[in-house]
């Protein structure tokens, strides 16, 4: 009779494909044969060392057995496979280091309520554990232990060589997932432009809702791409402080950091502004270069709370070791634009990129129609002020001309440093008397404001428009000139256009 039972049960659990459906058919065949109200199988979990709630009968999270996963500690799993037997409840409370150890880990369930714990042990490694509720009063006998041990042995190399084969399938779909990852954020220097397919890839593994990527530098937090299906939180190319964030905290750790609940228990600022959002979980995993330094941070994040264990957060850590060299390129390549494009003194955009911008949108108006304006303007005194107090004090005019315009104008318009102390500004779809006024707002902001000690300095503007003062990206800046040099032959610190051209 034991011998049949014992080749029924394992030749209906190897019948089954899928180490869950094989836990399943354990279970339910051991409680119908013992009289068992309640059993749990745990096994093996994804990292190979902890064990986790495989399958429970009855399956209903009411089930008490279900908190045995994560209260088992690894001293009790440890204690246990030096066990290498079945033990009773009484037998584990007789053990006053079990005792201990059951006690501090598992708090729902107390070792009275504990029948049998059947160890499964293959190769004499301990794969898993079958944990009985006690049965009635008077518990398991000898017989029942011996053949329940029985069983666990027979199904015990089967169902590990199933989590292997499943483990394997994982591990083959992750690094599947990884290289692909990889692909898509190589496959253009500009990572946000390829930052959604990057996640389109992550989310066939990890749960993702929002997502970011940062880096730290001298100026804060730098955000460099983003993903969302949630609405905004942060945009691509912010800046925002380092100081109290998720991602100064992994740098400064280098280990990641996971908010398993924002509405039980949040650690950041930042936090509120994602629960309004709908997010309830959120990983934070540092990206380290080869040398150990953190740089930056990949945060991902989800509506689900508790989205993130620690199998998505040791993947995740995979995918940051491999995109880390392609984000350290990718901002080299900016660093390196930016210098070929922008004016180091003042942080505007340079004569280069203004002529380019220019036949762009010559380009794009004479597609799409309508018309923009070009404005050029000149510090009034700026020479006097170099001979005077030196050319530290005019760069620093400049510098502060620079500021001052990027404050002064939309942000669709574009301001650049023309050359020397002359300036410009690129108004897209603006026709000639909104570009006055423009003007108008500019020099009187730089009137007020532009100061060398006591001394106000002051600036002249000459304006053109596209059709009206040519078609060529040569003949609107050269008309723009000429209307500069007019307004400073009417004595300066004016706004100058010449009607008679139009």
Request: glycine share 8%.
């Amino acid at each position: 009779m034991g011998n049949q039972l014992i080749s029924d049960i394992a030749a209906g659990v190897y019948s089954l494909f899928g180490l869950q459906e094989q836990g399943k058919s354990l279970v339910s065949h051991v409680a119908r044969a013992f009289n068992c109200k309640r059993i749990c199988l745990l096994f093996l979990d994804g990292n190979g060392e902890d064990l986790s709630v495989l399958c429970c009968r009855p399956a209903v999270k009411s089930n008490p057995l279900y908190s045995l996963g994560p209260g088992m500690n690894k001293a009790f799993i440890q204690r246990l496979i030096q066990e290498k037997k079945p033990l009773t409840g009484e037998n584990l409370a007789e053990k006053k280091a079990l005792k201990r150890l059951w006690q501090e880990g598992v708090k729902e369930v107390t070792l009275d309520k504990v029948g049998l714990f059947v160890p499964l042990l293959s190769r004499d490694l301990l794969v898993g554990v079958m944990v009985l509720e006690q049965k009635d009063s008077n518990g398991f006998s000898y017989e029942d232990i011996s053949l329940i041990s029985d069983i666990a042995d027979n199904v015990a190399s089967g169902m590990e060589k199933e989590y292997l084969r499943e483990q394997l399938s994982v591990s083959e779909e992750e690094l599947s997932v990884l290289n692909r990852c990889i692909a898509v954020i190589t496959s253009n220097l500009d990572i946000q432009e390829v930052y959604s397919g990057f996640i389109t890839e992550l989310k066939t593994l990890v749960d993702i809702d929002w997502a970011a990527l940062t880096i730290v530098d001298s100026e804060g937090l730098n955000i460099i791409g983003t993903y969302s299906e949630i609405g905004s939180i942060w945009e691509a190319g912010e800046r925002l402080p380092v100081e109290g964030s998720a991602t100064q905290r992994v740098v400064a750790s280098k280990i990641p950091l996971v908010e398993p609940d924002l509405k039980k228990e949040s650690l950041f600022i930042t936090d509120a502004e994602r629960l309004e959002k709908g997010i309830r979980s959120l990983a934070c995993i540092p990206l380290l270069m080869k040398e150990n330094e953190a740089i930056g941070s990949l945060i991902v994040a989800a509506r689900r709370p508790d989205s993130y264990g620690e199998k998505q957060v040791n993947f995740l850590q995979r995918v940051a070791l491999q995109i880390v060299m392609p984000v350290v390129n990718a901002q080299l390549y900016y660093k390196i634009l930016k210098q070929a494009r922008f004016d180091e003194l003042t942080g505007l955009l340079n004569r280069r990129s203004m002529d380019g911008l220019i036949v762009n949108e010559i380009n794009r108006h004479t597609r799409y129609g309508g018309v923009f304006s070009l404005i050029i303007f000149d510090l009034d005194s700026l020479k006097s002020i170099n001979d005077r107090f030196g050319h530290l004090a005019g760069d620093e005019l400049l510098a502060m001309t620079g500021s001052i315009l990027r404050e002064s104008i939309r942000k669709s318009d574009q301001a650049f440093r023309y050359g020397g102390d002359e300036f410009a500004i690129l108004l897209p779809n603006t026709p000639i008397n909104a570009a006055i006024r423009v003007s108008e707002r500019v020099r009187k902001h730089l009137e007020s404001r532009l100061k060398n000690g006591d001394v106000n300095i002051t600036a002249s503007f000459g304006l053109a428009s596209w059709p009206d003062n040519g078609t060529e990206a040569s003949e609107v800046m050269a008309a723009a000139d000429e209307a500069l040099y007019q307004a400073k032959r009417e004595g300066g610190n004016r706004s100058y256009y010449d009607t008679s051209l139009h």
